[in-house]
């Protein structure tokens, strides 16, 4: 695949590596290659390693800590970081909230949180989804009421990724019950510390607690943490989903457990079927990210801000990928994928797991999540059907 990057760009892929496995604790990065997951402090002293070093916002404007780079190398800059095992910037701060309010808040609000928000000195956590408003969203419940100098929040949110390490989150709430239903919605930053909100974990099938329910219950907000105007958090919120594009197609991810299957496959790799499968897997990931390069390269002549629909190409050809890999390797792990629980015995007559494959079915069973957030695959192929095929 080098063979579509330009020398300059080979420089800056290698620049980026060298940094990572530089400044990057090796501990860190080892735990992070035997799939263990990142704690919160883990993710908040890389990224403030990144940013000091003016990597953790390379997408922001360049006032704010952003770099002046093309599209291609953000996207050498986070592939070079997965591929290192680097825990990433937290996505809400950089990918979410901070392009928002560097979009659309007042110079006040951009002061007050854009330098904490890149920092990791505030974990934000994202209150769009509710029990009866995900794939569409527009018909979320969450009430602000203006009371005075401030609203009284009311309503709950779900699927709220890490709500449990969340300072502050940015919410949709409606502000105007009356308008029709796109036009009465507004954007607010609420500090998860304030009377009224409550954080309840959803228990998962990978044995882990990644989501949360947050309940608001008279939550007062002061008016100054409104971003941009009452009632046009829908702009903000398409603006915020539009930004995702290329990055969930999880090139770096889909890579990182090809390497592991063939680390840990052994002998099961011997087998004609698991390799035609592992092959095709190996393929199409090439593809994938011929076709991500191509998206990057046409993004540098687009308007910017210009939604591209060859976005949810990616983003669902991605995410079948990822399930792909997370699926072969506890094909090629086999029974013995199942002792990934410390008090889980392994069947007889098989070895223990290999280090490095205690998450393998955890990353089956959490990886069933790619086709579902950032909207769903149905709703990515609606999209492609429109706006692509024109049908
Ligand atoms: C692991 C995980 C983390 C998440 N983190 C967050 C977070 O931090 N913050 C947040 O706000 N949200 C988060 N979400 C929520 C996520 O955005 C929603 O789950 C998603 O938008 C789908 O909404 P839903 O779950 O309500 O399903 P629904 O929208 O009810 O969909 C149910 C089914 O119907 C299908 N469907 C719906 N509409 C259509 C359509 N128009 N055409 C065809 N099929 C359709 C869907 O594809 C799906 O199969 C997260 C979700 C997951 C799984």
């Given at each position: 695949m080098d063979l579509a990057l330009s020398k300059e760009d080979r420089a800056f892929a290698e620049r980026m590596r060298e940094f990572y496995t530089s400044e990057i604790p090796a501990e860190l990065r080892e735990r992070m290659a035997r799939g263990e997951h990142p704690t919160r402090e883990d993710v908040v002293s890389t990224q403030r390693t990144l940013n000091d070093h003016g990597?953790?916002?390379?997408?922001?404007?360049v006032e704010w800590g952003?770099?002046?780079?093309?599209p291609l190398q953000r996207h050498l800059w986070a592939e070079e970081m997965t591929l290192a095992h680097v825990p990433s910037p937290i996505v809400f701060n950089t990918a979410m909230i901070g392009p928002v309010i560097a979009q659309f808040g007042s110079q006040e609000l951009k002061e007050r949180f854009l330098p904490k928000t890149a920092s990791a000195e505030i974990w934000w956590s994202q209150g769009f989804s509710e029990p009866n408003a995900g794939?569409?969203?527009?018909?979320?419940?969450t009430t602000a009421v203006r009371d005075g100098d401030s609203y009284l929040v009311n309503g709950q949110k779900t699927w709220t990724t890490l709500a449990q390490y969340g300072d502050w989150i940015f919410n949709l709430v409606?502000?105007?019950?009356?308008?029709?239903k796109q036009r009465g919605i507004s954007m607010l930053l609420i500090d998860?510390?304030?009377?009224g909100v409550a954080v309840r974990p959803i228990h998962l099938i990978d044995g882990g607690v990644e989501v949360n329910e947050v309940f608001f219950e008279d939550v007062r907000v002061p008016v100054?943490?409104?971003?941009?105007?009452?009632?046009?958090g829908w702009t903000y919120a398409k603006f915020l989903l539009g930004n995702e594009r290329t990055s969930n197609a999880g090139v770096g991810m889909i890579k990182t457990r090809i390497g592991r299957i063939k680390r840990l496959g052994g002998a099961h790799l011997d087998d004609p079927l698991l390799r035609a499968r592992l092959t095709r897997l190996e393929i199409e990931t090439t593809a994938l990210e011929m076709s991500v390069l191509r998206v990057l390269a046409r993004e540098a002549s687009l308007p910017k801000g210009t939604p591209d629909p060859t976005s949810s190409v990616l983003k669902l050809k991605g995410s079948e990928l990822q399930q792909d890999a997370s699926e072969l390797l506890v094909d090629v792990l086999g029974?013995?994928?199942?002792?990934?629980?410390?008090d889980t015995e392994v069947p007889d007559g098989f070895a223990p797991?290999?280090?490095?494959?205690?998450d393998a079915l955890p990353t089956y069973f959490n990886w069933r999540k790619a086709s579902i957030y950032a909207g769903s695959n149905e709703v990515q192929r609606g999209i492609i059907a429109k706006a692509i095929l024109k049908l």
């Open positions: 990597l953790a916002v390379p997408h922001w404007p952003g770099q002046d780079w093309t794939s569409d969203l527009a018909s979320l419940k409606r502000t105007d019950p009356s308008a029709q998860m510390k304030s009377p100054d943490n409104l971003v941009g105007e009452e009632n046009k029974p013995a994928a199942l002792a990934y629980r410390e797991l290999p280090e490095g494959a205690v």
